[in-house]
């Protein structure tokens, strides 16, 4: 009897691990937001990283994170290293390019663990208030692929991007 067992136990390891392999090889998730502000003002919190601590939802969750910056104040090759609790790990993000209407982030973890993404902003004007999207992409490792089996990401860092893109609103319409 507890050979069956083992070996339906064996089969079922098998069979989830053989399954997260057929999982995509990338990943998408974003978010959109309305805010009663130019496309300008906004663009000013999100192209220099020091005033991230007024809108991005991580900030928040360490007291303590310590931040360096470096590279141009705000725009390409403005850069933003963190590092901070479990909760906030330990990372860094650079701005590769930036427009009137979009702005591209690489966005490199290193704690808890590693990952290699980038984040995309939008800014599409529509009458006096700007439509913003907030979009992280990138490959799905293998133990990412697994993990998403058993977490939903887009339910767990989405909260996290409609807090911010919350926070953005806030500041931006508030000034």
Do not use: C
């Not at 931040?67 to 860094?92: C, D, E, L, M």
């Not at 701005?95 to 591209?104: N, Y």
């Not at 990412?144 to 806030?170: Q, T």
Request: net charge positive; glycine share 8%; no cysteine.
């Amino acid at each position: 009897m507890f050979k069956i067992i083992l070996i339906i136990v064996v089969v079922l390891i098998v069979a989830v691990l053989a399954f997260a392999a057929t999982r995509p090889a990338s990943f998408r998730l974003e978010r959109a937001a309305t805010i009663k502000a130019p496309p300008e003002k906004i663009l000013a919190l999100i192209n220099d990283f020091r005033q991230w601590i007024v809108w991005s939802p991580w900030e928040e969750l360490d007291p303590a994170l310590k931040r360096s910056y470096s590279g141009p104040a705000s725009g390409p090759g403005a850069i933003y290293a963190w590092q901070g609790n479990s909760k906030v790990g330990q990372g860094r993000m650079e701005i590769l390019a930036s427009s009137p209407s979009a702005t591209t982030i690489k966005l490199d973890f290193i704690k808890p663990f590693e990952a290699h993404n980038i984040a995309d902003f939008t800014l599409l004007p529509q009458g006096d208030s700007t439509v913003v999207g907030w979009a992280m992409h990138g490959p799905n490792s293998y133990l990412a692929k697994l993990m998403h089996l058993f977490f939903n990401m887009d339910k767990l860092v989405g909260g996290d991007f409609e807090r911010g893109l919350a926070n953005l609103k806030a500041a931006a319409e508030g000034r």
